[in-house]
């Protein structure tokens, strides 16, 4: 065999496996003569378009007529700008099969001039239907992702916003309030710091005789009164129910401090239009300061100097004084005396009933602390509370109540009794305590039996691991966990589903209007409806009527409490009003069988 007819066998060798990739990758070849306008398809390309022919030449219409209309003018576009630079072509397009079925073609060609010098394309073309649909599948995921990412950046903004914002009048509420003095108490540059602790004047009558809605329109506009009045250097606030705060900062001297609050207490003076009636109200101030890096509870002070001014009279500004310095060594003492009451055992249980909302039985117990005074006699927590927290007392309040409801109940059962479920309180303080775990271990709780109480600001404000930690072991121990006060202002849903709890206590704040008021009845509606969706019970407290206790139970509340349904009693009269096998009615003289 010549060399020649070698190079010719070997030439068409080539061409077999090239045609045999192309068959493979169904890869299409075409040629374009740019100066007789002549297409030339292979095998391929037919297949491609589904023409059904076989012939070599082909008419430019059978390509044009294939393209996609909406695509038709880019692609013939694309070939006449290479035909122009006689350089490379790129193009993609859709094309319309004979069925109606549509195809996404990927078009290359390369400009060459023949050996007759004729100017030519020649090009490939290939189905990426498959790899267009992916592409537009994962852009449409990506599309979804990214508009789930910022609804939840949205959810979680409005989140936090509402967290550290009262939802009625729009002003930072006491959380925010707290971390903003704190910052400030830190913060070197700040040369004077002031708190102005408001009171409005009336409000109670105004609820009371033109109703909840004309309430909230003194707040509404005791709000903007007060933003209105307080210079650039400061924060106003809605720490409660009427009471504000305004948070002042490198205000100069006394004599401008007191100008602003009396400014304050000048416009909310005026009276406030509510339809036809013109409302009046006003304010009474407490005012406490200071200078340089001295650190002081300025927000107790200013409560001190509020709580002076109202019992002075209404109207008033009263600054933190001696006098009031002197009230805070009284609490030393009294904070004192309960440190020996707690050794002496004279932190007692008094137990409050808790009602299954549609049978009316008996549910549950809640432990709350009396002080048996052998001087004064059976004090409230109103009496010692505040102590205690500001004297780091609340943990050992917390362990005498439970020790002593744990001694309780082992009495009732031996007399015979069916105990209910005993919920106790437990305290930020308590559940940082390293000792807690290891202390209630030893303490033997039966599983089921017990609950405890936390009020919502523990878990608020992103709670650390050690917390997280401690509330998982008490549940694996059988304890169950309740949001205590839930609503109150502080109310975190991130907080509340990571923490899971057994139940959740409506405060009283909300349950009190809900009756009367057809914006707290929805927002009680929601806040149930938020936790039977997390599977967490509600116990509502503060049913103080039988329309409370209907209108809960109306709207989905597991369990009822308050005073229309019994009052806190000792544990004597507890074993009195439990018996085996016995259904609880609400004792009488109780504000009405519910």
Not at 126 to 149: G, K, M, S, Y
Not at 289 to 304: I, K, P, V, Y
Request: aromatic share 6%.
């Amino acid at each position: 065999m010549t060399k020649t007819t070698r190079s010719e066998q070997e030439f068409q060798d080539l061409l077999r496996r090239l045609e045999l990739a192309l068959d493979a990758s169904q890869i299409g070849v075409w040629d374009h003569n740019v100066r007789t306008n002549e297409i030339f398809w292979d095998a391929q390309m037919h297949r491609l378009y589904q023409t059904g022919l076989s012939m070599r030449v082909i008419p430019a219409s059978l390509w044009m007529d294939a393209i996609h209309p909406e695509d038709l003018r880019r692609a013939v576009d694309e070939f006449d700008e290479a035909v122009a630079r006689r350089g490379p072509y790129n193009s993609e397009f859709r094309i319309i099969l004979p069925n109606g079925e549509i195809r996404h073609l990927r078009s290359r060609g390369h400009f060459y001039v023949s050996e007759e010098g004729t100017p030519s394309f020649i090009g490939a073309e290939w189905d990426v239907t498959a790899d267009v649909l992916l592409n537009a599948e994962v852009e449409r995921q990506r599309q979804v992702a990214e508009a789930r990412a910022r609804a939840l950046e949205e959810s979680n903004a409005r989140i936090e916003y509402a967290s550290e914002h009262d939802y009625l009048t729009g002003l930072p509420n006491r959380r925010l309030f707290d971390n903003r003095l704190a910052a400030l108490q830190a913060d070197k540059s700040i040369s004077t710091l002031a708190v102005l602790h408001l009171d409005l004047d009336q409000f109670r009558q105004i609820n009371d005789s033109y109703g909840h809605a004309a309430g909230d329109g003194v707040l509404r506009a005791a709000a903007l009164r007060i933003t209105a009045a307080i210079p650039t250097n400061s924060m106003a606030a809605r720490v409660g129910g009427d009471e504000f705060v305004i948070l002042l900062w490198n205000f100069g001297t006394v004599e401008a401090l007191r100008r602003i609050a009396a400014d304050v207490q000048q416009r909310l003076r005026k009276k406030i239009r509510f339809g036809h009636e013109l409302l009046q109200s006003g304010a009474t101030i407490g005012v406490s300061w200071s200078a340089g890096r001295r650190t002081r509870n300025l927000f107790a002070e200013s409560d001190l100097a509020l709580y002076q001014a109202k019992k002075s009279g209404l109207n008033r500004i009263e600054f933190f004084s001696r006098q009031l310095q002197d009230d805070l060594l009284s609490k030393r003492h009294l904070a004192e005396e309960l440190k020996r009451g707690l050794e002496r055992g004279e932190i007692i249980p008094y137990y409050q009933m808790q009602f299954d909302a549609k049978t009316r039985e008996i549910s549950g117990l809640e432990a709350l602390a009396r002080w048996l005074h052998p001087e004064k006699g059976l004090l409230s927590p109103a009496v010692f509370m505040n102590v205690a927290a500001e004297s780091d007392l609340l943990a050992d309040i917390d362990a005498a109540i439970l020790k002593r409801a744990l001694e309780d109940r082992k009495y009732w059962l031996r007399r015979g009794a069916v105990v209910p479920r005993i919920a106790v309180n437990i305290s930020g303080p308590r559940l940082f305590d390293p000792t807690l775990l290891d202390s209630l271990r030893a303490m033997e709780i039966p599983p089921g039996q017990f609950a405890f109480e936390l009020v919502e600001t523990i878990f608020l404000d992103d709670p650390d691991d050690r917390l997280l930690r401690n509330i998982d072991q008490i549940k694996q121990m059988g304890i169950d966990i309740e949001i205590d006060d839930f609503g109150s202002g502080h109310a975190s849903l991130i907080g509340l589903a990571r923490l899971r709890p057994k139940r959740l206590k409506l405060d009283r704040q909300l349950v009190i209007d809900v009756v009367e008021s057809e914006e707290q009845y929805r927002i009680v509606s929601s806040i149930i409806d938020i936790a039977k969706a997390l599977n967490v019970e509600v116990i509502a407290e503060g049913v103080e009527t039988k329309g409370h206790a209907e209108a809960l139970t109306r709207l989905g509340c597991d369990t009822l409490q308050g005073f229309a349904l019994g009052s806190p009693v000792s544990a004597v009269e507890i074993d009195q009003l439990i018996s085996p096998a016995s259904r609880i009615e609400v004792k009488p003289g109780a504000a009405g069988r519910l």
